[in-house]
C-alpha cells in the first residue's frame, strides 16, 4: 500500500491495465484518469502546528500525538506540540467499548513500528486483561469525498489488526485502539502501558483508566439498512453491528420470492426470511424488525406474477424496475391480493415466533405529486385495511409528505438535516405527532463518510437534543476486501462501506464505524443521566436536571450545515454527563 501511494502522490509514474493514466499534479493534488473518468486529489487544510519535538522524541525517533479528527492524520500532516501526548487518561463505564486514538509521527524512517498494550491493573488486585482489547492501525485509502463526486481524498479510513508497520517522515500513522470493559469490572482507577517501538528501545506511555461504578442504560432502538439478499454470513455482520451499539436491522433487500397461487391468490417463500431472523436472534437481537422484503416492488411484482406488467410504463429506481401507475389503473382484485400478501406477512411472522415487525413498502415517497408517493399512499393504506394492527415504518422527509401519508404510518424516519434546523421546527413537528400519532425517527448516511466525528455526532447528541424514539441509518453493506486500491472511483458512485474484510478474511472497520458506536454511546450516557434523574427527587433531581438542559443546549442545531463542535467537546459532555450521574 505504501509504495502505491507514493507511486500515486508522486506523480503516478506508471498505469493499472491501461485504465489509470496518471496526470500531472495540480494545486489540489494529483489528477486521475479511472476508467475514462477524470478525479482530482483533495487535500486536507492544513493548520498551522509549532512543533519542537522533545531531545527524548529525537532520540527514539518518533513523536505521539492526538487531534481532533483522525482522518486528519494523513499525509503531510504535522502536529503542534498542544497536541504532542505522553500519557492518555480514560473512563468508562463496565461493558462500554472506549478507543484510544493517536498518531505516530516519524522524525526519522522508521522501518518496523509496532504497538502493544499490558494487563490494566486495578484497585484491590482487580485486573482488565489485554484481551479486552482490540489493536489496529490506520490503513490508508483512496476514497471519493462524496457519493458521486469526480474527487478523492487519501485517508486513513480502514482499521485493521497490523501491529506492525513502516512509518516515514511527515507521513504519520493513525493507531486505534478500543478497549471493551469486562461487565463485572470493579470501580476504580486501573493503570497500563502501551508500549511504542520504533527502532530502538520500546517507549512506554501511560494509560489510566476509572471505571464507573454504574452501568450504562440500554441505548435507544438503532438500526442499519442492511442490504442483503443471502444470509449465509447475516449472523457475523448482526453480531459486529450489535458490537458497535445497534439495536435492530432493517432488513432492506430479502427479496423474498413472490409466486402466483391461483386466480387472485399469491404465495411468498419465507425460507430466506426466516434464515435472517434465525441469524437476527443468534446475534441477541430482540428489538422490533424493519422487514422489506421486496425493495419497493410488492405492488409491480403482483403485476408481474400476474402477467399485466406490459400494461404500465416502467422506471428504473434504486436499481429496481418499478411499474408506474395512477391509483385507480391499479387492477382492483391486485389490491385484495395485496392484502392477502400483507396478512400472510404478519401471519408467518406469529406463527414463526419472529420478533415484532414494522413493514417497510416504500422507500423515500417524498415528492406528493409522484408515482412513488401514489405508490406508498396506496400500499400502507391496503396494508392497514389488511390487518388494522400492523406497525409500518418509511422513509419520509418533511412534513408535507408525512401528512400525505396519514394515517398509514406509525414510524417516520427522517433526514437529520431537515430535523436539525431549530427551535421552529421542532415546535411544528411536536404539533403533528400530537394530532397523527406515532413516532419520529432519524436518518442519516454515514457510509457516504470517511471521517470519525460526524459519525459521533450524529450517532448520539444531536439525536439526544432532538428528543428522536429511534434512529436509523444507510447502510450495511457485505463486507469484502479491498483488492483494487482504485475501486471507490470505479463506477457511478462510492462503494459505502462502514466495513471491510481484512488480509484474513476478519471483518476490519472503518473509522467512521468506530465514530457511529462511540456516538451512540454517548447517548447511553444521556439516556443513564435521564433515568437517574426518574428516580430522584427534590433538590438533587433539579440539580441534575438543570445539567443536562444544559448540556443539550450546547449541542448546535444544524441550521443546514455542518457544525464545527467536534470531539473535544463531545468528551467534555460525556464527562459532565457521568459526573452529575454520580452526583445523584
Known amino acids: 500500500m505504501a509504495k502505491s501511494i507514493r507511486l500515486l502522490l508522486f506523480g503516478l509514474l506508471a498505469a493499472l491495465y491501461c485504465c489509470i493514466v496518471p496526470a500531472t499534479n495540480c494545486e489540489s493534488g494529483a489528477v486521475l484518469q479511472i476508467d475514462g473518468r477524470e478525479f482530482k486529489e483533495v487535500k486536507p487544510a492544513r493548520h498551522s502546528a509549532i512543533f519542537s519535538p522533545t531531545q527524548a522524541e529525537k532520540a527514539r525517533g518518533f513523536s505521539v500525538f492526538q487531534t481532533e479528527e483522525p482522518t486528519a492524520i494523513t499525509e503531510g500532516f504535522v502536529p503542534d506540540n498542544s497536541e ?29 513500528l509496532e504497538i502493544s ?21 490506520g490503513r490508508y485509502i483512496i476514497q471519493r469525498t462524496g457519493y458521486t463526486e469526480l474527487q478523492y481524498h487519501i485517508v486513513p479510513k480502514l482499521l485493521e489488526k497490523n501491529h506492525s508497520v513502516e512509518v516515514m517522515p511527515e507521513r504519520p500513522q493513525l493507531c486505534w485502539i478500543t478497549l471493551h470493559v469486562p461487565d463485572n469490572s470493579p470501580s476504580g482507577r486501573y493503570r497500563t502501558c502501551i508500549h511504542v517501538q520504533g527502532d530502538g528501545a520500546p517507549v512506554l506511555i501511560p494509560v489510566e483508566l476509572r471505571v464507573l461504578p454504574f452501568e450504562l442504560a440500554r441505548g435507544k432502538p438503532w438500526m442499519l439498512y442492511y442490504y442483503e439478499s443471502d444470509p449465509a454470513d447475516a449472523e457475523l455482520h448482526f453480531r459486529d453491528m450489535r458490537e458497535h451499539g445497534m439495536t435492530s436491522v432493517i432488513l432492506a433487500q430479502v427479496n423474498a420470492p413472490l409466486q402466483k397461487k391461483d386466480d387472485n391468490l399469491a404465495a411468498v417463500d419465507f425460507a430466506g426470511s426466516d434464515a435472517f431472523v434465525e ?15 421486496f425493495h419497493d416492488r410488492l405492488a409491480t411484482r403482483l403485476l408481474e406474477v400476474f402477467g ?18 395512477k391509483e385507480q389503473e391499479y387492477p382492483a382484485f391486485l389490491r385484495e391480493t395485496y392484502k392477502q400478501v400483507v396478512n400472510d406477512i404478519i401471519q408467518h411472522a406469529r406463527k414463526t415466533d419472529w420478533p415484532p415487525t414494522l413493514l417497510y413498502l416504500v422507500d423515500e415517497p417524498n415528492n406528493v405529486d409522484s408515482w412513488r408517493m401514489t405508490a ?26 408525512m401528512e400525505n401519508l396519514d394515517p398509514f404510518l406509525d414510524a417516520r424516519a427522517c433526514t437529520m438535516d431537515y430535523l436539525g ?7 411544528k413537528l411536536k404539533k403533528y405527532l400530537k394530532n397523527a400519532g406515532g413516532e419520529i425517527w432519524g436518518i442519516d448516511w454515514p457510509a457516504m463518510w470517511d471521517d470519525f466525528w460526524r459519525a459521533r455526532e450524529l450517532g ?14 444507510w447502510t450495511y453493506y457485505k463486507p469484502r476486501q479491498l483488492a483494487d486500491e482504485y475501486g471507490d472511483l470505479r463506477g ?8 471491510y474484510k481484512d488480509s484474513r478474511g476478519e471483518l476490519a472497520p472503518t473509522v467512521t464505524w468506530e465514530g457511529l458506536r462511540a456516538g451512540i454511546t454517548d447517548w447511553r450516557y444521556v439516556i443513564t443521566l435521564e433515568e437517574a434523574l426518574a428516580k430522584s427527587d427534590g433538590a438533587k433531581r433539579e440539580r441534575g436536571m438543570q445539567a443536562l438542559n444544559e448540556i443539550l443546549s450546547e449541542v448546535p442545531w444544524l441550521n443546514g450545515k455542518r457544525t464545527t463542535w467536534t470531539n473535544n467537546k463531545a468528551r467534555e459532555l460525556r464527562r459532565r454527563i457521568a459526573d452529575t450521574i454520580l452526583s445523584l
Not at 499490558?118 to 489485554?130: C, L, M, T
Not at 441469524?279 to 422484503?293: C, E, M, Q, S, V
Not at 399485466?308 to 401507475?325: K, T, V
Not at 457511478?492 to 466495513?499: A, D, R, T
Open 117 to 137: 498494550i499490558s494487563n490494566f491493573e486495578g484497585p484491590s488486585g482487580a485486573v482488565i486483561d489485554k484481551s479486552a482489547v482490540d489493536l489496529r492501525l
Open 308 to 325: 399485466l406488467a406490459d400494461r404500465y410504463p416502467r422506471e428504473i429506481a434504486y436499481g429496481e424496475n418499478i411499474c408506474i401507475f
Open 376 to 401: 406508498a399512499r396506496m400500499e400502507y393504506r391496503l396494508a392497514k385495511e389488511a390487518l388494522p394492527s400492523v406497525r409500518t415504518f418509511c422513509t419520509v422527509y418533511s412534513i408535507p409528505a
Open 492 to 499: 457511478e458512485s462510492k462503494q459505502c462501506l462502514l466495513v
Open 279 to 293: 441469524a437476527y436472534r443468534k446475534a441477541g437481537f430482540t428489538d422490533p424488525l424493519i422487514y422489506n422484503p
Open 421 to 427: 434546523q431549530g427551535e421552529v421546527l421542532q415546535s
Open 460 to 473: 448520539g447528541f444531536l439525536p439526544a437534543k432532538l428528543g428522536l424514539k429511534a434512529m436509523t441509518a
Open 84 to 112: 504532542l501526548v505522553h500519557s492518555f487518561h480514560l473512563f468508562a463505564a463496565p461493558g462500554q467499548y472506549e478507543p484510544i486514538v493517536f498518531g505516530i509521527y516519524a522524525l526519522r524512517p522508521l522501518k518496523r
